[in-house]
């Protein structure tokens, strides 16, 4: 074999490879423009939306906005009225709470004093009951001791003892003293003493009888 043969088939293999580098370089061209050209239109397009962002309007000054902050302010308002009015009346209850307090404070004390003079009435009402009773006892006794005209046996209607005239007698004024019994016949004294206030000691057994005399008491 010659030179010319054996160089032949290498120069060839080498045009090969060179053509096809040529073709993939040629093929990868428009691919690395075409991303070349979105990233362009990538940033232009952030870039629009940034230049967009900076001409929209202040949402403060929109009519919405302006609705909503008025209805915050009259909520508040309303807010702040409602604590005021709360806090009014909150005074005007603890003045009442403590003028209540005070008050039934003096309620006690008065009823402490209408007790203590409830528990005078009623000391003062058994001392009263008690002189009552004492007198009416007296009374009794006086008036079972005391007597007036009429005839009376000694021992059953009157208290053995010494009677007494209560007052002055007149002229027309008898007494007298009889045995028990005998209805009169059996005479143990009598007198018409005309005046002044006799007296007359009489003793179980008698009868005891007396005329326009007024009271006799028992000594």
């Known amino acids: 074999m010659s030179n010319t043969e054996t160089n032949e088939p290498a120069e060839t293999h080498i045009n090969d490879v060179l053509h096809e580098a040529k073709s993939s370089s040629a093929q990868a061209k428009p691919a690395r423009k075409r991303r070349i050209f979105a990233a362009v239109g990538i940033v232009t397009l952030l870039a629009g939306s940034m230049a967009i962002g900076t001409t929209l309007p202040d949402p403060k000054s929109s009519d919405a906005y302006a609705t ?70 007296a009374e009794r006794t006086k008036a079972a001791n005391t007597v007036g005209d009429g005839t009376w046996t000694v021992g059953t209607d009157i208290e053995p003892g010494t009677y007494r005239a209560a007052a002055d007698v007149g002229s027309s004024c008898y007494w007298g003293i009889y045995a028990t019994g005998s209805n009169g016949s059996n005479i143990i004294d009598n007198d018409l003493p005309g005046g002044g206030r006799p007296s007359v000691a009489l003793n179980s057994g008698q009868d005891f009888k007396s005329s326009r005399c007024g009271k006799w008491e028992k000594q």
């Open 68 to 137: 909503l902050a008025a209805e915050k302010a009259s909520v508040e308002s309303e807010r702040d009225a409602a604590e005021s009015s709360y806090a009014s009346m909150k005074s005007k209850y603890d003045t009442l709470q403590n003028g209540i307090t005070a008050r039934e404070t003096k309620v006690s004390s008065r009823e402490a004093e209408v007790g203590k003079a409830d528990a005078a009435v009623k000391t003062a009402e058994a001392a009263v009951k008690v002189r009552e009773e004492a007198v009416t006892g």
